[in-house]
């Protein structure tokens, strides 16, 4: 059931998106772009560590055609990659940055360079479409990597290549900088402000460029990065790449002997323990807000960095998630709000879901988020696509896409879904969240009213995990409140199980939980009907997966309360 969102939500939304546009046209940098074109690129000084690793068998790949980015692939047959319809936008994204440029700098031959610097060359002759590199966010990810792959790309080159490679890296920088001062989305200022520090750092010549960047930096840093550590999104997914950059950035300002802001050491150094907090055993990290497959060589190389004697987060008050850990048994839960609608593009209506794992396998998960496919983001995104309960089949988000009634309300979601994407327009208020520590067990609650304005219900749930015997109770409690509390409403609580996890039914009612470890769990519930039904898990590795989750059905007409239990046995 698809749900109508207010219109005055909607209609907030496009008067900040006219006040944005008005300031990007008479704003009073934008009257002057003339101070963009002192900015000369005359040489190259240092080239940036890149944390992400590389793996020199994808060189061969590449020399033979073969593209594959984003869950997608492309063979190219002796033509350049940029001649081809890309099969997918995050395909096209992945190109257009140039990241996989590492991969030929990990095989370390004259092959790999030249094969490297035909194709800079051919983005830097206008092969390929320009509207697909123009984004914020692939330009940030090009800069970063031509800066990083310089010794790749330059090594052999002539003096006329030189040349050519530094002005392009001068003209990205321009453009990037114009992108600041055309208002960008938080996201992509703090992205373009990144890139242009290390453009700043590791070229010589616009050395405007870099003061007026650390600035902005600076001032994104402590506006993005939360106390806790977690950014403002809520996505794990940007904070792992994000400090991917920012950490060679440090060390960047060091080479050249230059002090790093303080903004941004305070916010590695909090980030790094807020990355822990979602981690489990198999090195990846909880399926929550946009994170989908965890590049679990990156997340070690980020972990290293953070000093393994400090007292580890397990509650992160202004990112939304707490943690609880016993022996080799983890729980990560979501107890925050929705993020603001212009940091919320990937976040979920996942309000008090759960993942649980034992060791280095997962038990309970979220489908979460594919690498492409708009539907199927769309559906990832969905609290049905969670671990916790969905009333009337509709999520506890509304997302800007599901308008319908009147032109103008269905005109302005499509005008805004042009500018802003399909953000959240509202979901969850602040979250209500209680921790304690009993003799044995951990204990976390909290409440959400995402249902409250539509189904006058209040949806509270309670974790305790216990060590001995290993176990994990649960507890939801659906409260009626407001005008809509009369009427019933069909409940589901929902338990997506990992693909490796077999689920079959018990004699005595339970459901058994074989797990490919040789352990095996029991689940039970009481106050609901029990049921194993389909379920899929989009951050598979290679993909899409078959799964299965455990369903509670009941009604909820006055106060309902669901017991459940996962015990390994």
Not at 98 to 121: E, I, K
Not at 321 to 330: D, K, Q, W
Request: charged content about 25%; proline content about 6%; some cysteine.
């Amino acid at each position: 059931m698809a749900r109508r969102p207010q219109r005055w939500q909607l209609y907030r939304l496009v008067g900040q998106e006219i006040r944005r546009g008005t300031r990007n046209r008479f704003g009073r940098l934008a009257k002057r772009p003339e101070i963009l074109t002192r900015a000369r690129v005359t040489g190259l000084v240092i080239a940036p560590h890149d944390l992400r690793t590389s793996d020199a068998s994808l060189a061969d790949d590449i020399y033979a055609g073969l593209f594959v980015f984003a869950g997608r692939s492309l063979v190219v047959s002796g033509r350049s990659p940029f001649d081809y319809d890309p099969p997918s936008p995050e395909w096209a994204d992945a190109l257009y940055g140039f990241g996989w440029l590492r991969h030929l700098r990990a095989a370390d031959t004259a092959l790999a360079r030249a094969n490297a610097r035909a194709f800079v060359s051919d983005f830097m002759s206008g092969r390929g479409d320009p509207a697909r590199a123009r984004p914020v966010p692939v330009a940030t990810r090009r800069m970063i990597s031509f800066l990083c792959q310089s010794p790749l790309v330059l090594e052999g080159a002539d003096h006329a290549f030189y040349q050519a490679f530094l002005k392009s890296v001068g003209r990205g920088a321009r453009e990037l900088e114009l992108s600041l001062r055309r208002s960008a989305p938080p996201q992509s200022r703090l992205l373009a402000a990144v890139a242009l520090t290390y453009a700043g750092l590791c070229c010589e010549g616009i050395e405007a460029i870099l003061r007026r960047a650390t600035r902005i930096l600076v001032r994104e840093l402590d506006r993005q990065i939360l106390p806790d550590g977690g950014h403002r999104s809520r996505d794990p997914r940007f904070a792992m790449e994000l400090l991917l950059d920012l950490l060679p950035l440090r060390q960047s300002f060091l080479s050249r002997s230059v002090d790093p802001p303080e903004a941004l050491l305070r916010a590695v150094d909090r980030m790094l323990p807020a990355l822990r907090l979602l981690r489990h055993g198999d090195a990846s990290l909880s399926h929550f807000n946009g994170m989908g497959v965890t590049a679990a060589d990156h997340l070690a190389t980020l972990l290293v960095y953070d000093g393994a004697g400090t007292e580890p987060l397990m509650y992160a008050p202004h990112s939304g998630y707490a943690r609880l850990e016993t022996g080799r048994v983890v729980v990560v839960c979501d107890v925050g709000a929705a993020p603001p609608p212009a940091q919320s593009r990937n976040a979920g209506a996942g309000c008090l879901s759960f993942e649980l794992s034992s060791g280095a396998q997962r038990i309970v998960v979220n489908c979460g988020m594919p690498a492409s496919g708009d539907e199927l983001r769309r559906m990832a995104r969905s609290t049905a696509a969670h671990s916790t309960a969905t009333v009337a089949d509709t999520s506890s988000c509304r997302f800007l896409g599901e308008t319908t009634g009147p032109w103008g309300a269905r005109f302005a979601t499509a005008w805004l879904l042009k500018r802003r994407g399909p953000v959240v327009l509202s979901g969850p208020g602040p979250v209500a969240v209680e921790r304690r520590t009993e003799p044995g067990s951990s204990v976390l609650a909290a409440r959400h009213d995402g249902y409250l304005a539509d189904f006058g219900i209040i949806h509270e749930r309670r974790w305790t995990l216990s060590s001995a015997p290993e176990a994990l109770e649960g507890e939801d409690a659906f409260l009626r409140e407001g005008r809509h509390a009369s009427r019933p409403r069909a409940v589901a609580v929902r338990f997506h199980l990992h693909t490796s996890v077999a689920a079959g039914t018990e004699p005595e009612g339970g459901i058994t939980l074989a797990l490919p470890t040789g352990e095996r769990w029991l689940f039970t519930a009481d106050g609901a009907r029990l049921a194993i039904e389909e379920s899929v898990y989009f951050a598979g590795v290679v993909g899409a997966r078959r799964t299965a989750q455990i369903v509670l059905h009941l009604t909820v007409a006055e106060e309902a309360r669901v017991r459940w239990r996962i015990e390994r046995v």
